[in-house]
């Protein structure tokens, strides 16, 4: 009976320590109850984000862009006012669509350089031109040919706002030298444009099981990724898309033509387009019958709610002063450029809760980019 028992404790006594011993393997090898938690909501949230706004951003972004080629055909073989601004209206409708895709230049997609091909702001007019002269026939194959300032939506907004009257616009298109080149290569860009929107929905659906699977904290992680994405695109708002314009280096000298797409007037919907996006992003509310995982649900899930209610007043402070802008950006730059800087001042704060905050908060390394001012 003694030896029984003894027999039962020491059975007993391997049991507990080999327990012990694959729990402190866990602890070395695997995550912990938190870590995995952390893990869990990070991928929840780049699947939301991948499924549920990159890819339809980018199907619609194709969609729209063939609905501008058909107008653009149609306008080709019938060169009316009336053609001309549904033309115009197919590519406001594709540019809202990009501005917000835009922000998504990351992973595969950045390392491919697309996004200077499909939109490189500013354009270069006086090549445009240059090549409307030369005697090359225009085509697609050509088009893709020639540097990225010289083609994409930029490109296309000149020709389709190269004057403040429709009329001097259709006659750059119908009577005046090298109208016919013109046009030609008003269609050609519009095809690039659709091939290119093609190629880079083909990147990100290559690149799903990557993006969604990147999970590590370092630079080479999808959310680390994504941060850095949102912290450029809102130091391209403050430095290249506002303060340019404002003068922030030339002495303080209003300039609307550093302004982009101020020909069409469309830089305050543009600038509004990106703080959807970034807003969309943050909270990961893109589908109402999805599970709305954002990083506002992850400061949540690590205890920081305080920063999200911050953060989240900083992006209604950036509405507040789009809303605040009585006109197009152009006019309130002239009129009343206080309302200007005080969008760029709302778009600094945004800047410092996303880079500094955000970033330190979640473990984000913040990389260094072209806007750095430091």
Known sequence: MRYLNTKGILTISCFLLSFI????????????????????????QLKNTYKNEIIPLSEAFVTTSEALKNAIVLFNQDVTPQNLENARAKWIDMLKVWKQLELYNLGAVEDSYIHFE????????????ALIAENEAIDETFIESVGSSSKGISALEYLLYT???????????????????????????????????????TIWIADETA????????????QSQLTNAMITLTEEVIISKLGNALGDNSGGRVDIEKLEAYKSKSSLPIIEAHLIALKRCYKGNFKEDSIKWGYDDYLKLIGSEDLDAIIEDA??????KIDAIPTTLSETLLSNPQKVMDLQNAFTDLLVLLKVDLANTIGTTVTINDNDGD
């Open 163 to 201: 004057a403040d009257k429709s009329q001097d616009i259709i006659k750059t298109f119908t009577t005046d030298t090298n109208h016919q080149r013109r046009l030609d290569y008003l269609v050609a860009l519009t095809l690039n444009l659709v091939t290119k929107a093609k190629a880079l929905q």
């Open 118 to 129: 499909i939109n490189r702001w500013p354009t270069n007019t006086e090549r445009i031109e």
């Open 315 to 320: 992006f209604k402070v950036c509405q507040e």
């Open 211 to 222: 993006f969604i699977s990147s999970l590590e904290n370092g630079i080479s992680g999808s």
């Open 21 to 44: 011993i694959v729990l402190i393997s866990c602890e070395k090898n695997e995550f912990t109850e938190d870590e995995y938690q952390i893990q869990y909501h990070r991928e929840a």
